[in-house]
């Protein structure tokens, strides 16, 4: 495996899970327009901001442990049509549940790949 393939396997699923992190981020800013006062726009938007949290929270806390971070993304993935109990359209679970998925597939990949891949050497510069 070149040292491309290497890099790409390693820094894929992390700058998914930062970029699905800023995408979910985004449907908080629906709680500016719902006329609420100050107090309840703070509850809400911090409600609302959980879910970003958990993603952020999983990928920092288990930087290097892949096989956690692959373990808990794809029970993430499959935890959300089951507690929204499939009252939205297959596309919603795609978009929602999809790159969660992937990246947990990628994590699990960084973690069976682990020895080939090297990853102290990853973070240097060719």
Known sequence: ??????KA???TPRILCIVFALF???????VFVEGFNSAETIIALLMHMIPTAIIV?????F????WIRAFLFIVLSV??????????????YAVMS????????LFHMNWVYKAELKTD??????
């Open 63 to 66: 930087w290097r442990w892949e």
């Open 57 to 61: 929270i999983a990928l920092i806390s």
């Open 24 to 30: 979910v981020s985004l449907f908080a800013l629906d």
């Open 79 to 92: 935890f959300y049509p089951i507690w929204t109990r499939g009252k939205f359209p297959w596309i919603t």
């Open 121 to 126: 050497d990853l973070c240097t510069t060719a």
């Open 1 to 6: 495996m070149n040292k491309l393939a290497k």
């Open 9 to 11: 396997i390693f820094w």
């Open 98 to 105: 999809g790159p969660i998925f992937i990246a947990g597939v």
